[in-house]
């Protein structure tokens, strides 16, 4: 049995279902912050929204990717399962950062936006 292409397969499958599910959460659940951001213009709102996916997806695939090859001679099944939990921990880390920063900048555009509102809609003197 090939342990290392075992170990290789199931990386790719578990860690592009992590990724997908987490940016197809972020994409839906995002869409509300973006609204607020861009005075609901729809047409900039899906826009923005579907090129903040294409990013999230390229940055999270090119690194699964990249963090696929692996130089230890994997022999058992139990040195298997160490490597993938190494390297799909890692990846589940760097969705949850991801996750973080994302909402960190909708946050902060948010409050700039509402900033921006109630300073137009305040009567100058």
Known sequence: MNY???TYCTYIVVTLILTLWVGRTLFV?????????????????NSVNKLLLIGFYLINFGYVLF?????????????SVEILSQKIGFI?????????????ALFTLRKRAKRKTL???TPTA
């Not at 659940?29 to 709102?45: A, P």
């Not at 963090?67 to 040195?79: F, K, S």
């Open 67 to 79: 963090n696929l090859r692996e130089r230890a001679r994997l022999t058992t099944a139990v040195e």
């Open 119 to 121: 300073t137009e809609s």
């Open 29 to 45: 659940n995002g869409k509300v912050f973006l609204s607020e951001i861009f005075n609901n213009q729809e047409l900039i709102v």
């Open 4 to 6: 290392l292409l075992i």
């Open 92 to 104: 589940v880390i760097i969705l949850g950062v991801m996750h973080f920063i994302n909402l960190f």
